[in-house]
């Protein structure tokens, strides 16, 4: 079966440069979320996507941005990196009107501050 | 707001045996979906099992088991004749019915199984 799918896996930057972060979520999912996970810590919720709407923000700093594109898929730009921003980023996407209510995960894309 | 509590931050668990791991949760929602998830190191979350939390039946799958105490806002996981593939860090999770928006994660458990 389908899964989410992230790109790219990992990255490596400056600091004070841009990243861009893919997010292909499983077909007919039509929200979607992204979370910053540092080392040892729990998933942290940035932002969410309803029918290429942001529906929701949460600790997103404001040198990052994300949409979601007419096909679904989303994107989360990091401008200015700091070494604080290395970390998992990963993209969840769920159906909202699914009786599940369970997200799904992408494999995450690690960011390397440097 | 919800807040998701786990209090163990790492257990361990020899092979073969049980291990039960806690979580509470604080909210004022009547319907809500819970939630453990399993993340080996570097890798994706994996859902493990889910409760909604209108089912009086704890949930079960496999090996893995809950013990969903609604008054109490206790959801525990319990790990049955585990293997040394269960070692990850475990997280619980709530979302609420309405605000789907809304997905909160506890703090984790890692979990060590010794051969």
């Known amino acids: 079966a389908a899964g989410v799918i992230q790109s790219p896996r990992h990255l490596i930057k400056e600091k004070r440069e841009t990243a861009t972060l893919k997010c292909y979520p499983i077909p007919r999912h039509d929200t979607v979320y992204w979370y910053q996970q540092g080392p040892g810590q729990d998933p942290q919720f940035l932002i969410s996507f309803y029918e290429k709407m942001q529906s929701d923000k949460g600790s997103i700093p404001d040198r990052f941005s994300a949409q979601q594109f007419s096909d679904y898929h989303s994107e989360l730009n990091m401008s200015s990196l700091e070494l604080g921003d290395s970390a998992l980023y990963f993209c969840?996407?769920?159906?909202?009107?699914?009786?599940?209510?369970?997200?799904?995960f992408g494999e995450g894309s690690r960011l390397t501050v440097l | 707001a919800q807040t998701v509590t786990q209090s163990q931050p790492e257990m361990s668990v020899q092979e073969a045996e049980t291990v039960t791991l806690s979580c509470t949760y604080d909210?004022?929602?009547?319907?809500?979906?819970l939630f453990w998830y399993k993340q080996p190191p570097s890798r994706q979350m994996i859902l493990v099992i889910r409760q909604e939390a209108y089912k009086q039946q704890n949930a079960t799958e496999n090996r893995f088991s809950v013990n969903f105490q609604k008054a109490a806002k206790s959801f525990s996981l319990k790990i049955s004749d585990s293997q040394l593939g269960d070692a990850a860090m475990y997280f619980c999770a709530y979302r609420g019915e309405y605000n789907f928006n809304k997905f909160y994660f506890g703090s984790g458990t890692k979990l060590n199984v010794k051969p």
């Open positions: 969840a996407s769920s159906f909202r009107q699914g009786l599940s209510g369970e997200l799904f």
């Open positions: 909210t004022s929602e009547s319907d809500y979906y």
